[in-house]
């Protein structure tokens, strides 16, 4: 189990923090090869419930900023415990970041060796705030860090939105790649897309990835990187 106790954050969140009982697993992202790396994903795992009822308790309380906390500080620790030399992805909420001084005891905590390290993955729930992102794109980036958008087209993060954050990877929900090796719709839509992002210099992930026609038919549509089942499973 993640704890927190010893970080250098205030005495209100670290309390907040030590009520939360969380684990991190992680989910490889391949290139085409199926064997070389690009980054880890960080996946909270609460002990005690779902993922989800953990996010809308917060949600419900309005203390959803308590898991943004928990999520960077938590799946920065549980990366470098696991010895990762790749990169990691860690969830974000669209509408909360760190606050100034807990991104200064990050960058304190972690040192300069988070650099280039990690790409922040702003998520589909629960709403976009653009002012967040403004604030969160810059302190990523003052970092020589990356910004992906999760879970495109199944959520809120569709076109108008990318054209809005301007992130450096998309990520390609399974709706829009189940079964696309036999889907015509599926393939007609993923081209474009593929297309449309890579002329705005973005990298394409395809995300939950579970056979291997499905595999072969995006590594021929240039889908740059691979997430799911079909690879490898959370672990």
């Known amino acids: 189990m993640i704890y927190y106790d010893h970080l250098p954050l205030d005495k209100e969140i670290l309390k907040a923090l030590g009520e939360l009982s969380i684990n991190y697993v992680f989910q490889p992202v391949f290139y085409p090869d199926k064997k070389t790396v690009y980054t880890w ?3 909270m795992r609460p002990t005690q419930k779902t993922v989800i009822e953990l996010i809308n308790e917060y949600l419900e309380a309005d203390n959803l900023h308590v898991l943004e906390v928990a999520t960077l500080f938590g799946a920065m620790q549980a ?5 990762y030399t790749e990169r990691v992805s860690v969830n974000s909420f669209p509408n909360d970041c760190l606050r100034q001084d807990e991104a200064e005891a990050f ?3 972690f040192g300069d060796g988070i650099r280039g390290s ?3 993955e702003n998520l589909e729930y629960p709403n976009f705030s653009y002012d967040i992102w403004q604030k969160k794109s810059k302190s990523v980036r003052k970092m020589d860090n990356l910004l992906a958008a999760d879970d495109f087209g199944n959520g809120i993060n ?3 939105r990318i054209d809005l954050m ?6 390609l929900d399974r709706e829009l790649i189940s079964g696309i090796d036999h889907d015509i719709n599926k393939q007609n839509n993923v081209t474009r897309l593929v297309l449309d992002f890579h002329s705005k210099n973005m990298l394409v992930i395809a995300e939950g990835v579970e056979e291997k026609e499905e595999f072969d038919y995006l590594v021929g549509l240039g889908v740059d990187l691979f997430q799911g089942y079909y690879l490898a499973r959370p672990s």
Do not use: T, W
Request: glycine share 4%.
């Open 79 to 83: 990366y470098i415990l696991r010895g």
């Open 158 to 160: 569709d076109m108008e």
């Open 118 to 120: 990690m790409i922040v």
């Open 107 to 109: 960058h304190e905590y």
């Open 166 to 171: 301007k992130p450096d990877i998309i990520k």
């Open 41 to 43: 994903e960080a996946l």
